[in-house]
């Protein structure tokens, strides 16, 4: 490249992050050259030995600087999850213009056979490797904090009792798990309510593990697990008492949100409830490119106003609505902590590529979290007017003697 030519690209990286933080960060160029952005004391650094070319940024550029970091074409030094809160606060960063859906088309039905590619892609990458980071439950979704001190382990025994809770379980009643993970809810459920749990999921791995815990705690007469999609729970002529699913609807996409719903409202009895625990966003918006194409390939994010008018449409009833944003942002937290404390094993399961896009994963969702229009909600929906529940939310926050 000629001197010309390196100093037209360095002029272009300079216009082209100038509105990226809002903070004052260096550029650090491949020739040691540095260029500092904003005022005062810089916060971080980037530095460049490749930048993406002007068609992939223009195209989408959280994907394209994603790349060029996973691949090591840029380097961010300094604390990532606060970089990526300094980009997200900054209104106007190009990195913050989220596209508002405007063509339903382009959210085209997912398949069966689809999904499960979609889930072994996250899910089946290995139990040892979740093993390493989340905590001894495999609890793979936003835990539930009571105090500032409460460990992982602690919160996310919080939220299972705290789900459980809300659905005012009887013992002999039955339980439908969708998208049951690696089965400790659905196995917390029948020790301490003696209900009867059906735990489904796609994944082989997930599916492997809770099996093993189930014989472990001599549970195979209340509780079974089995690969099964959603979309057969209408044709299979099972009913359930109760309904929970936890970070699963995020899995379905737009185009079958409605049906994920339809299939809920088959199974359930009458004045029935549902619990529905997943991620939402503010408005109805795409999913980013790199979380679609490198986390979760076919999943969207539903804002909460969609999931509560499909719910009514069908006519279930909304009892109670939680949100958890704050939560989530402490659980990512723990766990990008536990997933670098864990870095020398990680390194004989993955190549550098792989580990910095779990880094820049796990560090841009704690990020979002604290600071982005997305959300964790946890809504209680009865199917008919349920006149049953406690009337006030007291008998969710009581100690019992079980």
Known sequence: MTTIAKTIDKVLIKTFLKNLSDQTFTLVFWDKETYKIGEGESKFEIIIHNFPKKKALLADPSTALAEAYMVGDIELVGNLQEIMESIIRNKNSFMNESKLLTMLGKYKSVGKRKSERNIAHHYDIGNDFYALWLDSTMSYSCAYFKTESDSLHEAQMNKIHHILKKLNLK????????????????????????????????????????????????????????????????????????????????????????????????????????????????????????????????????????????????????????????????????????????????????????????????????????????????????KGANNQLPLTRQYIYEIDAR
């Open 171 to 382: 013992g002999g009643q039955t339980l439908l798990d969708i998208g049951c993970g690696w089965g400790y809810l659905a196995i917390e459920a029948a020790k301490k309510y003696k209900v009867k749990v059906l735990g489904i999921t796609l994944s082989k791995e997930q599916l492997k593990k809770g099996e093993e815990r189930i014989k472990d705690e001599g549970l195979q007469d209340l509780v079974t697990l089995k690969l099964m999609d959603y979309r057969d729970l209408e044709k299979s002529g099972l009913k359930f008492d109760r309904v929970v699913s936890v970070g699963m609807a995020e899995h379905v996409g737009k185009a079958n949100l409605s049906l994920y719903f339809k299939n809920v409202n088959a199974v359930l009895q009458e004045t029935g409830l549902f619990l529905l625990h997943n991620i939402t966003n503010m408005l109805e918006t795409e999913v980013d490119g790199f979380i679609s194409k490198y986390i979760f390939p076919g999943g969207y994010i539903p804002s909460l106003r969609e999931e509560l008018y499909i719910a009514a449409d069908l006519g279930f009833h909304t009892m109670d609505i939680e949100s958890l944003r704050l939560h989530y942002m402490k659980t990512l937290m723990h766990w990008a902590e536990r997933f670098e404390g864990s870095m020398d094993k990680i390194k004989t399961m993955f190549d550098s590529e792989f580990i910095r896009m779990w880094r820049l994963y796990l560090n841009a969702c704690a990020a979002a979290f604290h600071y982005a229009k997305v959300d964790v909600h946890q809504i209680l929906i009865s």
